[in-house]
Every structure is written in C-alpha cells, then in structure tokens.
C-alpha cells in the first residue's frame, strides 16, 4: 500500500487493539496506542504520527474538562494544535448519524465502522493520510446531509466572526477547542488574566453565556 505511515490507536477495549493490530497492513505501524482521552492526548503529542485510528466513545472527556463531548471529540479538540499535521480517522461500532456529525465537525477525516476488514482499515488510513476523506459507505449519506448548506454557513460564520478581533478569534478558537485559560495564555504568551478578559469580549460579542455554548456555536460553523 506504498509508504509505511505511523499511526497511534485509540481504543478502550485491549482486546479490540490487539485483534486489529494483528489484522493490518505492514504499511501500518502501530507506534503507540491509548485507552482514555487523557492518554490519547499525550501520546499523540509526544509521538506526532501521521494517522490516528481513533474510537469515537471513550472515557475521560469530562476528566479532560469537556463534559459534553464523546470521548472522540475530546481527542480531536485536544489534540488539533498539539499535533497539527497529523490526520484523524474514526472508528466506532456506532453508525449513529449523530455520532458520525459531532466527529467530524470536531476534526476527523474519515469515519468507519469496526465491522470494517484490516485491509478496509488499512487502505482508509493511507487515503486519509493523504488527505482524502473516507467513510464507510451507508455513512456517506449522513455527511452529505450533514454538510450540504456549508456556503450558507460559511457565510453566516464570516460575517459573525467579523465582530471578533484577531486576537479574540485565536482566543475563540482555542477555549472552543477545550484549552484550559492556563493552557491558553501559554500557547498565546499572554496573561491568564488577559484570556479572561478576551473571552468574556467574545461571549458578549456572540451573545452566549458559557465556554460550552461556545464550543457548540464554533462546532456548528466549521471553525474548530
């Protein structure tokens, strides 16, 4: 399948891991794997791999500080600027449409179902790595009907983002994402204190109460 391609698996279930790591391709190279969302986001920081296989439900979201999401999207919200090259595939049992939408507006590439083959999981994390997205194909559906007013959106989320700063956007995006203000201020070089005040500016600015609606609001225009 050409270039072998690092890739980190994100499962909770050790039997599930070892049963798939058997059944890939050499091209696939598992080099670290994890069980939990706060696992997954280390390991993924520290070994930077091209692809994470990556199981939509986990424990430890609301350990990582976002109560409201699957375990999957607290990964993805985690891990997109702590690895910023590396692409997420999705892999759950769930072929929930809901389920399917949240993983993908949070970040991943692709998404299929663990009734999927080795060599089905293989070619997916090859044409992910290579910037393509995939989809078990009864899903497909779902991501189209999802995604079909996106202009519209885009639209909208421009003329709202332009009420916001530069600076506050970055902010936006960041506390969006799951950050911490402690984790913000340090990616930004900026005071904790300087984060508070940005974030109150941007809930003020988009009419929201909280970092949670936040999120929602930047998850449903694409900005994450």
Known sequence: MGETLRVVLVDDHSIFRSGLRADLDPSVEIVGEAADVAGAVSVIAELQP????????L??????????????????????LLAPRTRFLALSVSDAAEDVVRVIR??????????????????????????????SPRLAGFVLDAFG?????????????????????????????GYAYKEVAA???ISTKTV???????????QLSSRYELTAWASERRLL
């Not at 990582?64 to 999207?73: F, K, N, T, V």
């Not at 519209?152 to 709202?160: F, I, R």
């Open 59 to 80: 424990p430890g979201a609301a350990d990582a500080g976002i109560p409201d999401a699957s375990g999957g999207e607290a990964v993805l919200r985690r891990s997109s």
């Open 106 to 135: 949070a970040g991943a590439r692709g998404y299929i179902t663990k009734g999927s083959s080795g060599e089905e999981v293989s070619r997916a994390v090859h044409a992910v790595a290579g910037g393509d997205a995939v989809f």
């Open 149 to 177: 007013a996106v202009a519209g959106e885009t639209a909208t989320a421009s003329d709202e983002l332009d009420r916001l700063s530069a600076r506050e956007q970055e902010v936006m995006r960041l506390i969006a994402r």
């Open 187 to 189: 990616e930004l070089f």
């Open 196 to 206: 508070e005040t940005h974030v109150s500016a941007v809930l003020r600015k988009l």
């Open 50 to 57: 091209d692809v994470v296989l990556l199981d939509v439900h």
